[in-house]
């Protein structure tokens, strides 16, 4: 489990980022952490990893204060940041170099995670396009079989059928000890993968649900005509039409639109937390 209690955070000489930030994150999900640019996603996920510290309050990774790094802390942790670098080595010697700080790293799910994304084995890792460093570390990430997976932007730069591919590995490698998270402005990405939605803005929790109560309570159209407005949450221009979240009064669970949810919310984050409260 994740817990971030009453945390207060400002980078040097800035106005503060978080203020009094509480959020509880369970394994066995997986949370998909939205808001727009300097929101303060990536300085989050920071704190869980034990990269950025509290100025006050805590965060606790799986019992452990994420400050105080402790190893065994840490070798159940892997970060996928959104921007790295891949040593001039191939993927053999990264292996063998660095499989040895997880003690549950297994050679066998990397040998398969690197077949499915038809990664070339002999040639550098410094080499590789962004798209297939991306796909390596993920097939790293999974393999390390760390209890959090904190994946920051893991669709860029991947092509079409390697979006598919990551969407159908992460569903299956999350089992009910893991927690991973994924940080993106790719919504649509994480269409069916997700089971929570966290959307951060200027370093609050303005929203925190789950994806079957979302499904659950509103419903997205994507013509509003003929639609009572003291139904409508949130509108929108789509395509000529008015496209929008309405309340869901019939029960009837419908399929979650990221976008609109995402819009929605970043629009009037009150009225639909309201109707949630309800
Ligand atoms: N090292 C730093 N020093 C000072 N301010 C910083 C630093 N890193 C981030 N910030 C500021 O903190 C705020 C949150 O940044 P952060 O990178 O966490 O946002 P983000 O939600 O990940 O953004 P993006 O979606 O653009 O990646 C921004 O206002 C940013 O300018």
Known sequence: MIALKDVQFRYKKQRPLFENLNLTLQPGFIY?????????????????????YPNSGECRVFGYNAQD???????????????????GIN??????????FYTRFDYAQMDAYLT??????????????????????????LSTNARLLI???PTNG?????????????????DEEKLIIISTHQVRDLENLIDNIVVLEQGSIIFNQNVAAISERVTFEYNLNGVPDDEVL??????GRRAGIVKNLSGMETRVDLELLFNGIVKDAATINRHFAN
Do not use: C, W
């Open 32 to 52: 998909g952490l939205l808001g727009k640019n300097g929101a303060g996603k990536s300085s989050l996920l920071k704190h869980m990893a034990g990269l950025l």
């Open 69 to 87: 790094r402790d190893p065994n802390m840490l070798q159940d942790i892997y970060v996928i940041p959104e921007e790295f670098e891949l040593p």
């Open 91 to 100: 993927i053999s010697s990264y292996v063998s170099n660095n499989a040895v």
């Open 116 to 141: 499915e994304f038809e990664l070339p084995r002999t040639v550098k890792l410094s080499n590789l396009s962004y798209g297939q460093k991306k796909k390596f570390l993920i097939a790293f990430g």
């Open 151 to 153: 994946l920051d932007e």
């Open 158 to 174: 991947l092509d079409i059928p390697s979006k598919s591919q990551f969407r159908k590995i992460m569903a299956s490698a999350l």
């Open 234 to 239: 949130y509108s929108e221009e789509l395509h």
